[in-house]
């Protein structure tokens, strides 16, 4: 691993001309993450209605025939899925019957690591310390090591072979083919290790060797160069699958509730369809929730842009710059926080009217109590009154 370590000095004037600069793009980065916390709450209610209509209009079915009195409706089977296709990845000469065969490759290549230490000087400036680091990995993309600090670290321009999915189209359970997005759907994935280099590329075969994990690029596999590659294959093979589609004919469509939205579910094994729906509904939680979070931290970050001069023109003196800088921190996310409750209960009122005014209540009667509680502490920290003061010594 080498190393490389550069310092850099920001005057006092242009650390203040930035932080002004950074008050746009707090302001800028509040009002989008506002419009991407509305919209999730909104794509969390539809989803949760489209889930819960079509739980409660969906017919299971068997898969072994196809019935004509539920065509156009939301239908349930479990079966296995099977396909008599052949997958094949012609360029390393390895076939299967399966349902997906993919190829993953990954290139041997040198990593940069920045590491920032910054030290705050009397009279407003810094100096930024970043140290460099380099190291070889194995990574799935080229990385672009003209973008390095250092010129002396390379990794080749392209990468000599990519990874690739072949999906097979004729894929059935029972007497239902399945469409390209339920097919899109199966997961799970066995490995394919390779016995022969026969049928591989000739371009392949110039530097080509098998290894106990699949193909190897380069001249010795277990002293790896830059530049070297390693090649794995795995399968999604046939077996039980359970899916919820619109019957059309004897293949399926995504089914538009009665909103508009579009609902289609598969899951891996025998699932009854009450457990699909629930899990559907219980992964749009955890993505709602997820998607929160974020949201909460991009606002408290876009506040912190805009209250960022305070603690900047404090650090004329290093320790009250950092004491006004906690203070700024702190305002920031409980400014955040009141902005990211408001907006989630103002979406709830417009979605989800009782949910939304309770926590709209529960909300200002928190302000409140906060306020309160500031402003007692501020009456209790006041001097006495004149009238009650001790009298002066004499």
Do not use: C
């Amino acid at each position: 691993m080498g190393q490389i370590t550069e310092t850099i000095r920001h005057g006092y004037g242009g650390r203040l001309k930035n932080a002004f600069g950074g008050i746009i793009v707090g302001i800028i980065l509040v009002f989008v993450t506002i419009g991407v916390l509305w919209f999730n709450e909104k794509r969390s209610v539809d989803r949760y209605r489209d889930l819960k209509e079509g739980a409660g209009s969906v017919v299971s079915v068997g898969s072994d025939s196809v019935a004509g009195d539920n065509e156009g409706k939301l239908i349930h089977f479990s079966g296995e899925a099977v396909t008599d296709e052949v997958l094949t990845d012609e360029e390393f000469g390895i076939s299967q019957q399966a349902i997906k065969l993919s190829r993953q490759v990954e290139m041997y290549q040198w990593v940069e690591t920045v590491r920032r230490e910054e030290k705050k000087n009397t009279g407003g400036s810094t100096t930024t310390t970043k140290t460099y680091s380099y190291s070889k990995e194995w990574k799935p993309n080229r990385i672009d090591s003209s973008r390095f600090n250092s010129t002396r670290y390379q990794n080749p321009s392209t990468m000599p072979f990519s990874s690739n999915t072949f999906v097979a189209e004729d894929v059935t359970v029972g007497a239902f083919t399945l469409p390209a997005f339920s097919i899109a759907r199966i997961s799970g994935s066995e490995a394919i290790i390779p016995t022969t280099l026969e049928g591989t590329s000739s371009k392949f075969r110039e530097k080509g060797s098998i290894t106990s994990t699949g193909f190897y690029w380069g001249t010795t596999p277990d002293a790896p160069e830059i530049g070297d590659v390693r090649i794995s294959f795995s399968a999604t093979m046939p077996g039980p699958v359970s899916v919820v589609a619109q019957q059309q004919g004897s293949t399926l469509a995504k089914f538009t509730t009665s909103r508009g939205g579009s609902l289609d579910l598969l899951e891996r094994g025998i699932v009854p369809a009450e457990a699909m729906f629930k899990k559907a509904q219980d992964r749009n939680r955890i993505l709602t929730w997820i998607l929160r979070g974020v949201g909460f931290v991009l606002l408290g970050f876009g506040f912190g842009l805009i209250l960022k001069p305070l603690s900047v023109a404090a650090d004329v003196l290093p320790f009250l710059g950092n004491l006004v800088g906690a203070g700024v921190g702190l305002i920031g996310f409980l400014l955040g926080a009141i902005v990211w409750t408001v907006v989630v209960a103002f979406a709830w009122v417009f979605y989800r009217p009782v949910i939304g005014i309770a926590l709209l209540l529960v909300t200002a009667a928190a302000i409140f109590l906060i306020f309160k509680v500031v402003r007692s502490r501020k009456k209790s920290s006041a001097p006495p009154p004149l009238a009650d003061a001790p009298p002066p010594l004499t």
